[in-house]
Each structure stands twice: as C-alpha cells, then as structure tokens.
C-alpha cells in the first residue's frame, strides 16, 4: 500500500495561492493515478483533480477547473496541486491518494493526516 504525506495548507484570502504536496511512498507515481480529494465540514468527500502518472494526463472538478492544477514529480515521487484565485468555498481538509485512473474511485483506504486550506473573503 502507499503511504502518503500532504503539506503546503495554510490561510489566505480570496484571490490568493497555495501550492499543496503529497510525498508518496510505498510506490512509484510513475505507475500510478493519484488524485487530490477535499472534504469540508458537513460535506462529502469530492474530487479535485487528478493525473495518471504515466501519461501525466490531468482531469479536474467543473468547481476547480481553469484555478488549480495538478502536476507531479517523478524524481521526488511528489504531486502537487498548484491552487490560484481561491475561493471561500475552497475551504476544507485537502487529501491525495491512489485512484483508478479515469475516475474518483479511491484504490485505498488508508489516507494521510491531510493539510488543511482556509480562505477567507
């Protein structure tokens, strides 16, 4: 199973950036598709954007698109996730993990301790 460690929250305001990481071990990204996940306060678990290791295809939420971008780095086994123009509604606990590629359907369950992204109007 990977393991998986996600950094890069923080507070900021409307308008503002962060960029997330998520060092991955236990695997090579390489071989994998990996996704970042939010889930905010009496919400569901949604997913942002993704990319298949192989080919560095990227999808992404309607709710993101044109804002973040995912990219990864094979020599570090590290993806990130590039947030610009953020919104309040962007507020939650944001997580990587493995998906099957295409779609959000998580390939494990055991998930890193999350970095959280506050953004305030």
């Known amino acids: 199973q990977v393991q998986l460690v996600e950094s890069g929250g923080g507070s900021v305001q409307a308008g503002g950036s962060l960029r997330l990481s998520c060092v991955v071990s236990?695997?090579?990204?390489?071989?994998?598709?990996m996704g970042w996940f939010r889930q905010a306060p009496g919400k569901q678990r949604e997913g942002v954007a993704s990319?298949?290791?192989?080919?560095?295809?990227?999808r992404y939420a309607d709710t993101v698109k044109g804002r973040f971008t995912i990219s990864q780095d094979g020599a570090k086994n590290t993806v990130y996730l590039q947030m610009n123009s953020l919104e309040p509604e962007d507020t939650a606990m944001y997580y990587c993990?493995?998906?099957?590629?295409?779609?959000?359907?998580?390939?494990?369950?055991?998930w890193g301790q999350g970095t959280q992204v506050t953004v305030s109007s």
């Open positions: 236990g695997d090579t990204i390489s071989r994998l598709c």
């Open positions: 990319v298949n290791g192989f080919t560095a295809y990227a």
């Open positions: 993990q493995s998906v099957s590629c295409g779609t959000w359907n998580v390939r494990n369950n055991n």
